[in-house]
């Protein structure tokens, strides 16, 4: 599976982007998927997750309420909306596809494909 993030860019605190993950390849199989980041010096980190039915979505603590995760499976995209964004969210943000269609959790080992990042900068 080949994964290709896009949508990143520079926005002012309290605004929104949608950010999108198209993925190609190996599409017929059915794999959960999620958002990772990593911001400049820090360990990369667990944004939300997404089953392949998107019955079950979850969301670190950090952007709760703020964010959603959601896909169009016929379209093999999934995207992460992100409003009242902050500055602390500033990062370079990553898809990630799993093995499995079942949501696959917040730890990088989860995951068996990556996409190429997307920046995201919020302004203060």
């Known amino acids: 599976v080949q994964l290709q993030a896009f949508g990143g860019g520079l926005v002012q605190a309290g605004g929104s982007l949608r950010l999108s993950c198209a993925a190609s390849?190996?599409?017929?199989?059915?794999?959960?998927m999620a958002w990772f980041r990593q911001a400049p010096g820090k360990e990369r980190e667990y944004v939300a997750g997404i089953s392949w039915t998107a019955s079950r979505t979850d969301y670190a603590d950090s952007v709760k309420g703020r964010f959603t995760i959601s896909r169009d499976n016929a379209k093999n995209t999934v995207y992460l909306q992100m409003n009242s964004l902050k500055p602390e969210d500033t990062a370079v943000y990553y898809c990630a596809a799993s093995g499995s269609l079942y949501y696959s959790g917040s730890f990088l080992r989860g995951y068996d494909y990556w996409g190429q990042g997307t920046l995201v900068t919020v302004s203060s």
């Open positions: 390849g190996r599409t017929g199989s059915n794999y959960a």
